[in-house]
């Protein structure tokens, strides 16, 4: 079979995922398997592929693909979620774009644009998701604002609110005045920037004294409703009961103590803002305090401000500091580094704002959450991961539900009077009415006197649903899917959403199922430059995902992306590891094409050298395929992918094909080429979940296959009983690799046939019918003496004698020795080193002290061989 010398990577891809999908490969059903399952982490729906993606998706599909090939019924569910706060964005920028205002619009006339918009560019993200060789149930798509999904969202909120854990209140929450809603505290990103800290004079009531205060946002002055002291702070004691005017508007407010204050910090004196500060909300509390709102929803001042109304906030700070310098009032500034909290969807500096909110209570949905989570009954890879979470669930606040925006869920209560509990929930107008009329005892309301609430839940209200609402176990909590696939298998996703997601889903889980969502949680890093930023459209350094897989073939970026991505630990990515990832395409393609080129022959007999090359193969593949399993089991995936790397390139192209091929121009014995077939085939199959397009093609060119016969829903390698011919021959990779730098080194063409005289106790060695083959050898001696006149070596206990029939340069040879003896002493210095520690040898394991031990044995044999050696010169 002629087969092109150069690998397209792009008519493969397309030509073999048509072909998966043609035969239903992707699709799962429940069946007498066991199921394996991964619920994809939702991405937006108008969102397309990042770098954070790509490293994501791959190691999803590497699992999904392996458990097919382990015989489980793999099922990979893929969706997009409606991203609230993100698409709405999007949609009111395009309206802006054409001179509309979202104010101009009705609820229904907006929610059009919105599903116009989604309809355009939803989807595309998953489209790409197809380029990377995703082997997704696309059967299962699913979106989050979808009807039976929506419905689950609402039935869920329903039944928290009957068991008392929504409730609606005023509380001081995060508010974005960019996209003008509340945020959760995980929306919130807190930045290191550098401020100013002003000292401001607030003059004492009826006196020439003055109190000086210092803030960071002046602004907020305009709201002050108090000054607080310590009651233990003897600088102020007098002022117990007096009040103090706020500056330019002449407000006057009382000083008020608590041990809230801190006497160190500043100058002891706090301004208290109830409406615009948490803490100041809760002293305002606790003092029955005025609360005075003076910011409108887009962060520009009110008339409850009295000055600088409809200016934004920001230029409200300009402004208001020059003219308390113009009037003596501001009385220093200084330079300042403090942390300010940042929208994590929109970058708008967050404002605490008092309001009326939906908050869902997490004390009793956490305590199962955090409790199965640090029992092990849900695996965290890697397991540091669980402190993180610990802190965070032990210390859970109430999760504000609510958003100030149209394109999402809608809150499901209905409004029938202006009184803070005339609402009633329902999942209908209809179920609303008739509890309205029993809750107001007004049996004359209509349903046009109903009003339902404005807002829409948190996107993450929604997601926290995703591994039961994809198998509709809301709708049907006894479906044969629900039944068949949860708990799901493995979860892939990001370190920062562990709250925002992980953390809610196992609450949700245990609250509505009674069992975990997944059974392992594995955290994938942050993809960084070389610089070691985070990649991002901003800064430029983020590349182009579809724009790699054209330049490298899916393969080679998929392989890319995994050489040096730990769990947990962030991926410094750089374009060449995806070249290399190419390289592997093509070295794996040369080795076909040269089996592929070998003239098979029933006459021929099998050769001792590729018996024995067989043999070894069998034994290291069967090696490495355990360690292979282990990791995978640990989910130590960037060291399968080197396992699998060394076992392709090195073990078999470099050492096993070099082994069996025949000799130049000769054919090769039929029994040779079936097993050279039968080991290819399952190097294929481990390297399959990494580079599935290349594999398959491969597979395919190795015979005519009927379609349903592929190697991804082919079979895992199984490893038989291992012996230690694997080990064994490691030192006869060192002999061959010695011989052929001395080759190299002198100069001596492979065609040309030298001796080999080796010096060791034992008469001969199982592999030297290999060695003789691979480097050329026109015999091997084994003597009693050392031999004079050649190149040496030594390795292990052993010495090796290559006769080139010329003068030796005794003072290199000298020199080369005493380099070896010089660096083998230093490494002997630091074995012995390791062993005189007490703590090393009481504390290691018994195989790393023994370890060492041969290390020390072996290294003190060789510095005796090579002083020999040296004697003789």
């Known amino acids: 079979m002629e087969i092109a010398k150069n690998y397209d990577s792009s008519k493969t891809e397309e030509k073999w995922y048509a072909h998966w999908q043609a035969q239903n490969f992707f699709h799962s059903e429940p069946d007498e398997r066991e199921a394996y399952t991964i619920v994809i982490p939702p991405p937006n729906v108008t969102g397309v592929l990042h ?10 599909d590497l699992l999904v693909r392996r458990a097919r090939l382990l015989g489980k019924n793999a099922c990979w569910v893929p969706g997009t979620d409606h991203a609230s706060i993100a698409t709405e964005a999007k949609v009111v920028q395009r309206l802006a774009k054409q001179g509309i205002n979202k104010s101009d619009l009705t609820r229904e006339e907006f929610m059009k644009h919105a599903w116009e918009w989604t309809d355009e560019y939803g989807g595309t993200i998953l489209k790409q998701l197809k380029r990377l060789g995703a082997s997704c149930d696309w059967e299962r798509t699913r979106f989050t604002l979808e009807e039976d999904l929506s419905e689950a969202v609402i039935d869920v909120f329903i039944d928290l609110h009957e068991k008392g854990l929504i409730y609606r209140g005023a509380r001081m929450v995060n508010w974005d005045p960019a996209a003008q809603t509340a945020l959760s505290d995980e929306e919130v990103v807190h930045k290191e920037v550098n401020s ?4 401001l004079n607030y003059q004492i009531e009826g006196s020439e004294e003055s109190l000086t205060i210092a803030t960071t946002r002046p602004e907020t002055i305009l709201g002050d409703t108090a000054i607080c002291v310590n009651p233990t702070d003897e600088r102020y004691a007098h002022l117990k009961g007096k009040r103090a005017i706020v500056p330019l508007i002449n407000r006057s407010i009382p000083i008020i103590q608590d041990e ?7 100058t002891g004196c706090l301004k208290v803002t109830p409406a615009h500060d948490l803490n100041d909300y809760n002293l305002g509390i606790k003092h029955n305090l005025e609360s005075i709102d003076i910011l409108n929803d887009d962060g520009t001042l009110n008339e409850n401000a009295q000055l600088y109304v409809g200016q934004d906030r920001f230029e409200v700070r300009k402004h208001i500091v020059k003219d308390l310098k ?29 309001s009326i909110q939906w908050f869902c209570d997490m004390q009793k949905l956490a305590k199962p959450a955090l409790d199965h989570v640090m029992d092990d009954t849900i695996q965290f890879y890697p397991k540091n991961t669980k402190n993180t979470y610990k802190h965070w669930m032990s210390n859970i606040k109430d999760w504000c539900i609510s958003r100030q925006l149209w394109w999402g869920h809608r809150i499901p209560a209905f409004y029938f009077g202006q009184g803070p509990k005339d609402f009633v929930i329902a999942k209908t107008q209809e179920e609303a009415l008739q509890k309205a009329k029993q809750a107001s005892g007004n049996e004359q309301l209509t349903i046009s006197d109903l009003r339902q609430d404005e807002d829409v839940l948190d996107t993450w209200f929604s997601s926290w649903l995703w591994p039961i609402s994809v198998f509709d176990g809301f709708k049907n909590p006894d479906n044969p899917d629900i039944n068949y696939y949860y708990p799901t298998n493995d979860l892939v996703t990001a370190p920062e959403i562990m709250f925002f997601w992980v953390a809610r889903m196992v609450m949700a889980g245990y609250e509505y199922k009674g069992l975990p969502p997944f059974k392992n949680v594995y955290y994938t890093g942050i993809v960084r430059d070389k610089q070691r930023r985070k990649m991002s459209k901003s800064l430029g350094n983020s590349p182009d995902p579809i724009e790699l897989i054209e330049k490298y073939g899916a393969d080679g970026v998929r392989v890319g992306m995994l050489l040096s991505s730990p769990a947990g630990n962030d991926l410094m990515f750089d374009e060449g590891l995806c070249e290399q990832g190419r390289n592997f395409s093509n070295k794996i393609w040369n080795a076909i094409r040269l089996v592929k080129s070998w003239e098979i022959s029933d006459e021929v007999e099998l050769s001792e050298a ?11 593949f069967d090696a490495v395929l355990v360690e292979i399993n282990d990791a995978y089991d640990k989910f130590r995936v960037s060291d399968v992918l080197m396992m699998t790397y060394k076992l392709v390139w090195d073990e078999f192209c470099s050492w096993y094909l070099e082994m069996v091929k025949p000799e130049y121009q000769q054919p090769i014995a039929r029994k040779t080429y079936d097993q050279v ?30 379609d349903e016969d592929c190697l991804m829903v082919g079979k895992w390698p199984v490893a038989n009983t291992s012996n230690k011919m694997a080990d064994e021959f490691e030192q006869t990779k060192e002999i061959i690799t010695q011989i052929r730098n001395i080759r190299k080194s002198k100069n001596i063409a492979f065609k040309d046939a030298i001796e080999l005289k080796v010096k060791s106790e034992a008469t001969a060695n199982q592999f030297d019918v290999i060695i003789q083959k691979l480097t050329n050898l026109s015999s091997i001696e084994y003597v009693n003496e050392q031999v004079e006149n050649c190149i040496s070596f030594v390795i292990g ?25 010089k660096y083998l002493e230093g490494f002997l210095k630091a074995v012995k080193g390791k062993l005189s520690n007490e703590k090393f040898v009481k504390g290691a394991p018994e195989q790393v002290v023994a370890n060492e031990q041969k290390k020390l044995a072996d290294a003190e044999t060789k510095i005796e061989l090579l002083n020999k050696q040296l004697a003789a010169l």
Not at 337 to 352: H, L, Y
Not at 799 to 820: L, N, S
Request: no cysteine; charged share 25%.
């Open 51 to 60: 770098m954070g993606h790509m490293l994501n998706n791959t190691i999803q």
């Open 196 to 199: 100013k800290l002003y000292y």
């Open 260 to 266: 809230y204050v801190d006497v160190e910090f500043g």
């Open 326 to 354: 113009a009037k003596g009032i501001l009385a220093k500034e200084e330079d300042l580094q403090n942390k300010v909290g940042f929208s994590e969807r929109t970058d708008a500096v967050i404002e605490p704002k008092l």
């Open 610 to 620: 590729a018996e024995l090359g067989d043999a070894w193969f069998q034994s290291k």
């Open 677 to 706: 077939i039968a080991n290819f085939e399952k190097v294929l199959a481990v390297l399959h979940p990494f580079m599935p397009f290349i594999t398959e093609e491969i597979y395919h060119l190795i015979e005519t296959r009927n």
């Open 797 to 821: 206990a052993n010495e090796f004698y290559i006769p080139i029939g010329e003068q030796i340069d005794v003072e290199a040879e000298k020199i080369k020795i005493q380099t070896e003896i």
